[in-house]
């Protein structure tokens, strides 16, 4: 008794892992099945934001902790698109990044999948339209798969990864 | 004095130059056919932004300023049109040849528009040799969305939604900004029992930001342990605010109707961090590797910040006692006090947030209230008004314009603007390794930056 007390009292925090409910291990379990068959356990991903409040991008950011944990699953961010198998866009599409988007696009290897998070490329949102804002993502590029949401939280875009992965 | 900000309005036969400093606020006239303004880059660095801002929205020369670069139009943007001038009224844009004379040097190495210190878009232009950083330099405005010409003509309560989404991190602080600028145009004092509330929320957001801010530099000095411990409170912070407002970053949390709120899930979570983090400080005193990663890193002196009039806890790391907090008489009440360290590195902007997030906690306790009664704001007076408020990133100020009901002109200094200004100086002569842990010490929104 007095060494469960002690082990509480000193037990290390921060190796703590949070309680994973009942849909986030359906949801790993498929995703990591998804991914094993369709990207050989490994789905390199590569996030560019387009003018988004961050809020998606925090709730990407999100599934890489300890609760939602894809990295287990095989899902990696990368920095350099041309490693990527998987471009994910979050937020208006402004002027300003525009030609870097394009750029990026060209540079996502064949088979080019494109999904966007976020009610913002699909300018849903409630901005208006503006010189600095090019409309809607989809007139510009083709978009494989839309998570909805201002932001979706972690859960959707977990949810929505899984059906399009399911779906190509 | 302090410089907050400098900018422009539009008149209909002269340009209103309004530079708003801690103590006053100034305007001059200048004519609208050979627009030229002198510049105060001299006395305050920071004005450098603000001006080459102006140059870019309004068309107007700025002399003795020597950054002829410019800031909001990125390449490809035509360089004859002022796009916050009243009369340009386009909602797209005919691309003529670049206008980017950004000196691109080969020995340098431009880092963006993603990198892995932000996952948000901007640009940085790095220069390094034997691993020292000798140059650095930030390229904003790739988010830019020109919100200050897109809520032009919009009654208050059509832009509120607009004006949320500004910065998903700080929307509290956005909203409150906005409320106060409402209830100055209706001449309406809050109740105290919402005042409180808000204040609330404003922790709440606050303290969320700093646990997240806490996880990145941990990320970035390669302390596994301590980002997984951070980011387990900022998600269940995250949970939390979903519950009690409804969104999980606090849109749309300020409303002024009577609504109850889930004051257990809060009191649940103000004793979960006010716990963990009082482990966290015990255990990672004895852990002196850690702190050596971070004392000496980005170092800001107390006279750069006095300079660049920087805000928030970048400032009260230098021992400056910048916190419009402490002017706020609810605040003193409840015997806030103000949190500074001195040595102005990353080891006291990590030290301070720890300190600001107890803070926080306490005033949060003080205030939880379940119950407010409904609020009306009424009709707006036209006018205009001015706010500020302290955010997480620090002071944040607004500006609106009212006429007949409608904004005329509106304008926002986001901390970042600031802030970010300081980072080409405190990146310089650092090791390569601690380029992500400086930028990330350093409390930055892009989003509301570039506005």
């Known amino acids: ?168 | 004095m302090r410089l907050i900000a400098r900018f422009v309005k539009e008149k209909e036969t002269y340009f209103e130059i309004i530079t708003v400093y801690d103590i006053k606020i100034a305007k001059e006239r200048i004519n609208k056919i050979t627009p030229v303004l002198v510049s105060i880059t001299k006395e305050y660095p920071a004005a450098t932004w603000f001006e080459r801002k102006i140059r870019d929205d309004f068309g107007i020369e700025i002399l003795y300023n020597n950054d002829k670069r410019p800031l909001v139009k990125h390449e490809h943007f035509p360089s004859d049109i002022f796009p916050m001038r009243k009369s340009f009224d386009n909602v797209s844009l005919e691309y003529t040849e670049g206008i980017n004379d950004i000196i691109e040097d080969k020995h340098g190495l431009v880092i963006g528009p993603i990198h892995p210190y932000h996952l948000e878009s901007s640009q940085f232009q790095l220069f390094e040799q034997n691993n020292d950083i000798l140059h650095f330099e930030s390229m904003p405005f790739f988010k830019y969305r020109a919100i200050e010409k897109m809520v032009e003509g919009l009654s208050l309560e059509e832009a509120k939604p607009i004006i949320e989404r500004i910065s998903g991190t700080s929307t509290i602080a956005y909203q409150l900004n906005y409320l106060d600028i409402q209830l100055q145009a209706s001449n309406r004092v809050l109740p105290k029992t919402l005042k409180e509330r808000h204040i609330f929320f404003l922790e709440f957001e606050n303290t969320i930001n700093h646990l997240y801010d806490l996880a990145i530099m941990c990320q970035f000095i390669d302390f596994v342990e301590g980002y997984s411990f951070f980011m387990k409170l900022v998600e269940e912070g995250r949970e939390t605010m979903g519950i009690i407002t409804g969104h999980r970053f606090g849109f749309g949390a300020i409303d002024m109707e009577c609504y109850t709120m889930e004051i257990k899930e809060a009191e649940r979570f103000i004793a979960t961090v006010e716990d963990e983090l009082l482990w966290f400080e015990k255990w990672i005193q004895k852990r002196t590797s850690l702190w050596k990663k971070l004392v000496q890193r980005g170092v800001i002196t107390k006279e750069e910040a006095l300079s660049f009039g920087l805000v928030g806890l970048v400032a009260r790391s230098v021992n400056l006692d910048i916190d419009l907090r402490t002017e706020d008489k609810l605040y003193r009440e409840y015997g806030f006090t103000i949190a500074q360290e001195g040595m102005g590195d990353s080891s006291s902007r990590f030290k301070i947030r720890l300190s600001e997030i107890h803070s926080s906690l306490k005033l949060m306790r003080c205030v939880i209230d379940s119950k407010v009664l409904p609020f009306f704001i009424g009709t707006y007076q036209d006018g205009e008004y001015y706010s500020y408020i302290e955010s997480s990133l620090g002071e944040l100020m607004m500006y609106v314009e009212l006429i007949d009901s409608k904004i005329e002109r509106f304008f926002v200094r986001d901390p970042s603007f600031l802030n970010a200004q300081i980072l080409s100086r405190c990146i310089k002569n650092n090791e390569m390794e601690s380029l992500g842990l400086i930028l990330k010490s350093i409390p930055l929104s892009f989003s509301g930056n570039d506005l």
């Open chain 1, 1 to 168: 008794m007095v060494s469960l007390i002690k082990n509480k009292i000193n037990r290390n925090r921060a190796l703590e892992k949070p309680i994973q409910d009942g849909e986030i291990l359906r949801l790993h379990r498929l995703l990591k099945q998804e991914i094993k068959i369709r990207f050989k356990s490994k789905l390199k991903i590569y996030i560019l934001d387009t003018g988004s409040c961050n809020a998606c991008e925090l709730e990407l950011q999100a599934l890489f902790t300890p609760l939602y944990d894809i990295q287990k699953l095989g899902v990696e961010v990368v920095y350099d698109v041309r490693e990527a198998e998987l471009l994910i866009i979050t937020g208006v599409l402004t002027e300003n990044m525009y030609p870097l988007c394009i750029e990026t696009y060209h540079a996502l290897k064949e088979p080019k999948y494109l999904i966007t998070v976020g009610d913002c490329p699909l300018a849903q949102a409630p901005f208006r339209d503006t010189f600095a804002i090019k409309g809607q993502l989809g007139s510009h590029f083709f978009i494989n798969f839309k998570i909805t949401g201002c932001p979706p939280n972690p859960r959707d875009i977990l949810r929505g990864l899984l059906k399009f992965l399911q779906k190509i």
